[in-house]
């Protein structure tokens, strides 16, 4: 692994395909997606699930706005999603595992991270977006609605 990559792992106690949908429907997106702080409202999204198609994520917080634009560059339904981020060269790719027990690992790999994003803070930030999807999760699997 290079220097400019990131790689985060976390195993979700849901079964791969809630997972996917969570990462890709915007409804489901709009729930936790973002640091802590900062929220995505649902009008601020977009998901063109195939590739070449736009996924486009505006974060909202009381620092200001962020708005992601990127293009998928694979899709395979549930089993990998990356896109690529031109403004930044961010290339990510997510991979979600069955782990046969009805939790799903998702591996999370970026290449081409600019410095800043790179920074222990901004590593910490995207922690937290995880933090929050295990617990829209966590939610979905009791069946309750935020």
């Known amino acids: 692994m290079s220097a400019d990559e990131l790689v985060y792992r976390?195993?979700?106690?849901?079964?791969?395909?809630?997972?996917?949908?969570?990462?890709?429907?915007?409804?489901?997106l709009a729930q936790f997606w973002g640091p802590r702080g900062m929220t995505t409202p649902r009008d601020g999204i977009v998901v063109e699930?195939?590739?070449?198609?736009?996924?486009?994520?505006?974060?909202?917080?009381?620092s200001g706005s962020?708005?992601?634009?990127?293009?998928?560059?694979?899709?395979?339904?549930?089993?990998?999603?990356?896109?690529?981020e031109p403004a930044t060269g961010v290339h990510t790719t997510g991979t979600l595992t069955d782990l046969g027990d009805g939790s799903t690992e998702v591996v999370?790999?970026?290449?081409?991270?600019?410095?800043?994003?790179?920074?222990?803070?901004?590593?910490?930030?995207?922690?937290?977006?995880?933090?929050?999807?295990?617990?829209?999760?966590?939610r979905l699997t009791r069946g309750e609605r935020p």
């Open 108 to 138: 999370i790999h970026q290449r081409h991270v600019p410095e800043p994003m790179r920074s222990p803070e901004a590593r910490a930030g995207f922690l937290t977006s995880l933090d929050e999807l295990e617990a829209h999760l966590a």
């Open 49 to 62: 699930l195939s590739v070449g198609g736009r996924f486009e994520t505006l974060m909202v917080g009381d």
């Open 10 to 28: 976390r195993v979700f106690r849901a079964p791969r395909e809630l997972v996917w949908r969570c990462l890709t429907e915007p409804e489901e």
């Open 66 to 84: 962020h708005l992601m634009v990127a293009t998928f560059t694979e899709v395979v339904p549930p089993v990998r999603l990356a896109w690529v």
